[in-house]
C-alpha cells in the first residue's frame, strides 16, 4: 500500500503561480511515474504532466511553457510548479503514482485525495 499526500492548493489572481506538492510514502520498492491530473466541474480528470523514473516529461498542450513538473527520488516527492495561471486553469488537481512493492511485483497506481487551485480573473 502507498499513500500520497498533497499540499500547495489554494487561491490566486490570473497571472500569478503556484507550486503543488505530492508525498508518496508506504511499501514502495521503486516508483515507475508520477504524474498531475486535473478536473474542472462537470468536465472529466485529464492529463496535466507525467514524469517517469527515467525523469522524462511530458504535458498537456494547454499547459506546456507555464507548467513544470519535477521529482525528488529521494523523498518520492513530484512537484508541479505553476506560472502565467489563466481562470480555465481552475481545477481540482491530483496527483498518481505508479508503485511497485518489490522487486517482482506488477505496478500498482494510487492517487491522491486533490487539492483545489482557483484562478480568479
Known amino acids: 500500500q502507498a499513500q500520497l499526500v498533497e499540499s500547495g492548493g489554494g487561491l490566486v489572481q490570473a497571472g500569478g503561480s503556484l507550486r503543488l506538492s505530492c508525498a508518496a510514502s508506504?511499501?514502495?520498492?521503486?516508483?515507475?511515474?508520477m504524474a498531475w491530473y486535473r478536473q474542472a466541474p462537470g468536465k472529466q480528470r485529464e492529463l496535466v504532466a507525467h514524469?517517469?523514473?527515467?525523469?522524462?516529461?511530458s504535458y498537456a498542450d494547454s499547459v506546456k511553457g507555464r507548467f513544470t513538473i519535477s521529482e525528488d527520488n529521494a523523498k518520492n516527492t513530484v512537484y508541479l510548479e505553476m506560472n502565467s495561471l489563466k481562470p480555465e486553469d481552475t481545477a481540482v488537481y491530483y496527483c498518481?503514482?505508479?508503485?511497485?512493492?518489490?522487486?517482482?511485483?506488477?505496478?500498482?497506481?494510487?492517487w491522491g485525495q486533490g487539492t483545489q487551485v482557483t484562478v480568479s480573473s
Open positions: 514524469i517517469t523514473s527515467g525523469s522524462t516529461t
Open positions: 508506504g511499501s514502495i520498492f521503486s516508483i515507475d511515474f
Open positions: 498518481t503514482t505508479g508503485v511497485r512493492t518489490g522487486t517482482y511485483s506488477s505496478t500498482r497506481r494510487y
